[in-house]
């Protein structure tokens, strides 16, 4: 009885199904015949069948623009009639005429109808009916074009229009034309073939053994024809695995244990290897759960992928994004914690043991492999110490092995970047080349930032040295023949380590000995390439800020301070070495550069090397006095490096001498120093420089400390009286450069002296720099000048009197004999003006009567009583 109750609801089914069809049938046959323009639409496509000399893109731009225009009714027209012309027994249409109809009408007309959100106005019932049934036939023989495009159609279906298409659903009229496929000897129809049944398991409910083997079949096709369209599948597929296969009661999913499996058994397949991280690596939200199934294999490869022999660009990109998603859902599991309000511990708790016990990157290698990697085929392994998969925490050994591997990627990018760049420009296009160095960049960069975000994100990592040592090894031996490549290695190399010193401190102090001797050489052999020498004096500034800062309580060394003195020993060795060896070819751009970089933390540098940066300073001063006569014919050739190479290591040492208050005392220093500021305020037309010469003259001007006992000419320390007066009276002559800016600040200088005498000690100067005082009468700032002369007005009295007598005897106008002087004098006789009092005669002058007594007068009639009141004197 159940038997036959299940053979009548089926027989039901299929009554039912085949009245559906009956009447599908008649629907289309129902439908009126399409009009001769759609007719002349197929027509025309037979001009893309020959080869001709003839250029037919108007028509394909036709069909591509006009056709996509139409109304949908008109698009329902073109696909029936198409089904007309390519079905049936009447069919007219050639299967290579079919194959372009597709190509160039019906697939982009229903592509942008589906866009414009028509697609439910042009594939009615009867329409999606004729094409499931008689178009999409599993078995009918078609070429290789054919099922290609027609599973290109099957597939736009599925995606466009899923509801329609449950009645063929569930008769599987739609997954048995693309599964029939999927055994194609064919590479395209097979991979558009799994594209169409990842978009079926996406929209519907499919069994699990269907999806399973989908899944592990696209897993294991790796090669590099199909590697897009297999790229697709998996993209379509991958996120609808949590909805169809839920992993139920087992700690991990199915589809999980799956990829464990092949990439446990055929991970010895580079291709294959990298087929599944690149899946990973797009989607690394689907993996975070079971994160702890992967990390272990995934920095265990990284070598072999990023950093094996002849290594191709995409796969070094690959390894760099392996590294990048470990870090993220490192942060992304602290993140959640945090959030959960759970403190979040240290990333590896065996960090501190492994440091002690001085483990290396080949140990923590093999206990990864030991770990993980020999674990058995389709074997699960639960996430370690019993803990739940979302608190997987990287251990020791896996921190290590990410971190040093973003080292020697860092500089493996930069070397090659140099390499590839140059190997362009003798082979290929400038175009090209230049790409070329700009994605070597870009991924020197990209790893560099990784490399700084995992040091924030795991302080305390064992960090080795040796990477350096061997890739500054490697740019000697095997680039010797190549200075561009070396000097673009040696720059990877001191990049990487600013990268490693500015976040870690802890690895300054304790390879600082290692450091010193690494860096030593490549200073000295290297220093007359100015972006070395500027890259390592960053970096031994870095060192010295660092090391100046006060130790911590309880620190494990003793403190990171303890190594201040050694460093700063380092450094002035390396300053001296450098004056020393080239003192005579002039070379002295490493000496001034580094003491830039390092004195502001260490302020004893300068007064160790003061003679020497003097000598410096002064012979500078020379050069530039005979470099400005000729920078403008410099220029015009072309060749103004030289002189803004020399004006900028002048501007460093005047910034370097503004940092020493004990300069004055050194008598050596003295004189030279001297010497050389008047040489530039006399010869320099470099408004720069002279910006650097008046903020030094203006600290020693200013500063109690630097201003010698009243009446003292040549004191022990600070400036004597007639220094002082001869510097202001030198700095007169930048009013000849028109340079309104240090104008306005050599003023203010002035003012300064002259408004504040007690706090700058200037009682005795005021009256030897009176001409730089007159100076600040004809400002051209308004208000500088108003300022001047408020305390010009202050220094006066206050009556008429004494006014004139000043203007006309006192006042030595000589200063301002270039200028209209007369404007000041006057201003000074009209400052005597009250303007609030009322203006009154003198006594004893005459006045006219006023408006109230001249009414009066006239009033009463009396001419003579109106002249005697005219007569009146005031006060009468």
């Keep these: 009885a159940p038997a036959e109750g299940a053979g009548d609801e089926l027989g039901g089914e299929d009554g039912a199904s085949a009245s559906n069809a009956a009447a599908h049938e008649r629907a289309l046959a129902l ?114 074009p054919t099922k290609v495009e027609l599973l290109r159609l099957s597939t736009l279906l599925i995606e466009s229009v899923p509801s329609r298409l449950v009645e063929h659903r569930k008769e599987q009229d739609l997954l048995k034309f693309a599964w029939i496929h999927l055994k194609s000897d064919e590479s395209v129809s097979k991979q558009c073939a799994y594209v169409n049944v990842c978009h079926f398991i996406h929209q519907y409910e499919t069994p699990s053994k269907i999806i399973l083997q989908v899944y592990v ?42 990829t464990k499996k092949i990439l446990v058994e055929e991970g010895h397949s580079l291709p294959q290897l990298i087929h599944i991280w690149q899946l990973v690596v797009r989607h690394p939200s689907l993996f975070f759960a079971s994160r702890a199934q992967f990390v272990p294999q995934m920095v265990n490869s990284l070598n072999r992928i990023g950093l094996s022999q002849n290594t191709s660009a995409d796969n070094r990109h690959l390894a760099i994004d392996l590294t990048a998603l470990v870090i993220k859902w490192e942060q992304q599991r602290q993140a959640a914690a945090a959030a959960a309000g759970v403190g979040t511990a240290s990333t590896h708790a065996g960090g501190k043991r492994a440091l002690a016990e001085g483990e290396g990157e080949a140990e923590a290698a093999k206990r990864m492999r030991a770990a993980s990697g020999n674990a058995a085929p389709g074997a699960t392994a639960a996430p370690a110490g019993g803990a739940a998969e979302d608190d997987f925490t990287p251990s020791a050994a896996i921190v290590e092995i990410v971190v040093n591997f973003l080292i020697r990627i860092s500089l493996a990018s930069g070397q090659d970047t140099g ?10 296009s400038a175009t090209q080349a230049a790409a070329t160095q700009k994605a070597g960049l870009a991924l020197a960069t990209h790893s560099s930032e990784l490399l700084r975000a995992a040091l924030k994100l795991w302080p ?26 070396q000097l673009l290695a040696v720059l990877s190399v001191l990049r990487v380590l600013q990268t490693v010193v500015a976040a870690q401190p802890r690895f300054a102090s304790r390879q600082l000995p290692a450091l010193h001797a690494l860096l030593q050489p490549v200073f000295l052999q290297h220093a007359s390439y100015a972006k070395v020498v500027v890259a390592i004096c960053d970096l031994l500034g870095t060192l010295m800020a660092q090391l100046a800062e006060p130790a911590g309580e309880g620190s494990e060394e003793g403190g990171i ?63 530039h006095g005979t470099r400005g006569a000729r920078s403008e014919g410099e220029k015009k050739e072309g060749r103004e490096s030289d002189v803004d190479s020399g004006s900028a290591m002048l501007r460093t040492c005047l910034r370097l001498l503004q940092q020493m208050p004990r300069l004055l005392d050194v008598a050596e220093a003295r004189k030279p120093c001297f010497q050389a500021l008047v040489l530039l305020i006399d010869r320099s037309h470099d408004v720069e420089v002279l910006s650097e010469v008046l903020k030094t003259l203006a600290g020693w001007l200013l500063s109690p400390a630097h201003a010698a006992a009243q009446g003292a000419q040549t004191g022990g320390s600070g400036l004597s009286l007639k220094e002082r007066a001869n510097f202001v009276l030198k700095l007169l002559q930048l009013e000849s450069l028109h340079a309104p800016e240090l104008q306005r600040r050599f003023l203010r200088v002035v003012h300064s002296l002259y408004s504040h005498p007690a706090a700058h000690r200037a009682h005795e100067l005021l009256p030897k720099i009176e001409r730089a005082f007159m100076a600040g009468l004809r400002a051209s700032d308004p208000s500088l000048r108003a300022e001047f002369f408020a305390l010009y007005d202050g220094s006066i009295g206050r009556s008429p009197r004494q006014r004139v007598e000043y203007i006309l005897q006192l006042q030595d106008w000589e200063s301002l004999a270039g200028t209209f002087w007369l404007r000041q004098a006057l201003e000074l006789l009209l400052t005597t003006v009250d303007a609030e009092a009322p203006v009154r005669p003198a006594a004893g002058s005459l006045r006219l009567p006023t408006a109230q007594e001249a009414r009066a007068g006239l009033v009463a009639g009396s001419v003579a009583a109106l002249a005697v009141a005219g007569a009146t004197e005031l006060g009468a």
Excluded at 224 to 238: E, G
Excluded at 419 to 428: D, E, I
Excluded at 460 to 483: M, T
């Design 31 to 144: 439908r009126p015949p399409v009009s001769q323009h759609v007719q002349l639409l197929f027509l025309m496509l037979s001009v893309f069948l020959e080869r001709t000399l003839t250029d037919f893109s108007f028509l394909r731009a036709f069909y591509a623009t006009e056709v996509q225009r139409y109304s949908p009714q008109a698009k329902a027209d073109i696909l029936t009639c198409f089904l007309r012309h390519a079905t049936g027994p009447a069919a007219r249409l050639s299967p290579d005429e079919v194959v372009v109809a597709l190509q160039v009408l019906v697939l982009p007309m229903l592509r942008a109808a589906v866009g414009a959100g028509q697609a439910l106005q042009i594939l009615t019932p009867e329409i999606l009916w004729a094409l499931v049934t008689q178009l999409l036939d599993p078995l009918a023989p078609h070429s290789e």
């Design 217 to 258: 079949s696209l897993l294991r096709t790796f090669q590099p024809d199909a590697r897009p369209l297999v790229r697709q599948a998996l993209d379509i597929l991958t996120p609808a695995l949590p909805r169809r296969l839920p992993k139920g009661n087992h700690i991990y999913p199915t589809w999980v244990k799956w």
């Design 419 to 428: 390499g590839q760049a140059q190997a362009g420009s003798g082979s290929a």
């Design 460 to 485: 305390d990592v064992n960090l080795k040295l040796i990477s350096f040592e061997k890739q500054l090894l490697l740019v000697e031996k095997q680039l010797q023949q190549s200075p561009e490549q």
């Design 561 to 623: 301070s303890a190594h201040y003195g050694l460093h700063a020993r380092f450094v002035s060795s390396l300053i001296q070495a450098t004056f020393t060896a080239h003192e005579r070819d002039g070379l002295l751009f490493p000496a001034v550069h580094l003491l830039d970089a390092t004195a502001p933390h260490c302020p004893e540098l300068l007064d160790a090397h003061v003679v020497a940066l003097i000598k410096l300073l002064h012979r500078l001063a020379k050069d």
